[in-house]
């Protein structure tokens, strides 16, 4: 974002929110896969997607400014960005761009005033079944919001194999692992280690097919149903969508079901101590909004394990910009 005085800094916030929802729609339309390698008009890709001619030249005139897409005269051909729209592409990212367009997310951020008011999740003012169940009970939905979490964390995904040594452990437990997509690398990697994927009932229908010999699959909640006893635990992204109650909840649960040489890998975007901007403090209001979870410092991720009978033994920055919390039962 180019800012070039006070006036401008407000200006591109205040109605930036129109870039965003661009890119929503131009990934639901399936813009990226209907561009192939040659340059199209925007009136070709519009009659391609069944759009407006006008309207997508003008929308995709403003996200090539940003980055998303190329624009020469009337021809629109890919950047690096774009292509990760395409749906086949080894590192899409189309469903985590599509996700944030959803109604549970776009209609939430409508009423965060309610969150800042509060302190408590604007979801559930908008959706007072909860994140969780809306998700359950609209399977379209659930399956771009499952998708995204596995296109999120390709490179997640590929920093954590090169940064952490898992041969040590038999039994993998990925706690809240959604489709499986980092026990699955892990087990593929480590092919003396066996898994298993524990989430919610629907999310473990939709990862049936991934079962097999050395990866099973468990269904239940983890506020309520027992856990597996593991030799590691893996919870990618699944704090942060916690309060501290919550979280030091799951985290017993764990330190109930763990064996006493048990680890645990809190893998998470960590909140740096510098006022830059940073993804983190972006990912932290849409957990107070969606989830009333928040993202953590280092600190506050330390606390929660002492509370739960767990000792931080390091931090490691994978490169992908998350990191892995590896505590031991204290
Ligand atoms: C933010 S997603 C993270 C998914 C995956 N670990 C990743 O990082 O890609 C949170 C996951 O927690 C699961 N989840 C939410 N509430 C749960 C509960 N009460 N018991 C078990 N899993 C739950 C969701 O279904 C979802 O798969």
């Known amino acids: 974002m180019v800012e070039t005085n006070p006036f401008v800094t407000v200006q591109v916030i205040a109605g930036g929110y129109c870039l965003p929802r661009c890119l929503h729609v131009v ?48 021809r629109v051909s890919h950047s690096p960005a774009s292509r ?9 990212i189309r469903a985590f761009a599509r996700m944030f367009g959803l109604p549970v ?9 309610h969150s800042v008011r509060t302190g408590l999740p604007a979801a559930a003012k908008v959706f007072p079944e909860g994140f969780w169940s809306y998700l359950s009970q609209h399977p379209e939905a659930g399956r771009v919001f499952n998708a995204a979490m596995s296109a999120k964390a390709h490179g997640a995904v590929a920093g954590i194999l ?16 959604g489709s499986g997509h980092l026990l699955h690398a892990i087990l593929d990697a480590e092919p003396g280690a066996t898994g298993v994927l524990f989430d919610l009932p629907h999310v473990i ?13 468990q269904s239940g909640d983890f506020f309520c149903d027992a856990l597996p ?15 501290d109650e919550e979280s030091v909840a799951i985290l017993r649960a764990i330190r109930s079901a763990a064996p006493p040489h048990a680890k645990v890998l809190l893998i998470e975007t960590i909140v740096p101590s510098d006022s830059g901007p940073d993804w983190s403090k972006m990912l932290d209001i849409h957990m107070l909004t969606l989830l009333g979870g928040r993202q953590r410092t280092r600190e506050e991720y330390e606390m929660l394990l002492a509370q739960s009978g767990f000792h931080l033994e390091q931090e490691m920055d994978t490169g992908a910009g998350i990191s892995i919390l590896e505590a031991s039962v204290a």
């Open 27 to 74: 990934a639901d339309l399936g813009v990226a896969d209907a561009l192939g390698e040659t340059p199209r008009t925007a009136a070709e890709l519009a009659a391609s997607v069944g759009a407006h001619p006008d309207a997508l030249s003008r929308v995709l005139r403003l996200l090539a400014a940003h980055g998303v897409f190329e624009t020469q005269g009337d």
């Open 229 to 243: 006893s593991c030799d590691a635990y893996l919870l990618m992204e699944i704090i942060h969508d916690w309060g």
């Open 84 to 92: 990760l729209l395409q749906t086949d592409h080894p590192q899409s």
């Open 105 to 113: 997310f776009w209609e939430t951020f409508d009423a965060l005033d």
């Open 162 to 177: 090169a940064t952490y040594d898992f041969s040590d452990f038999g039994l993998i437990g990925d706690i809240g692992g």
């Open 205 to 217: 229908e939709d990862a049936a097919s991934l079962a097999s010999e050395r990866l099973s699959l």
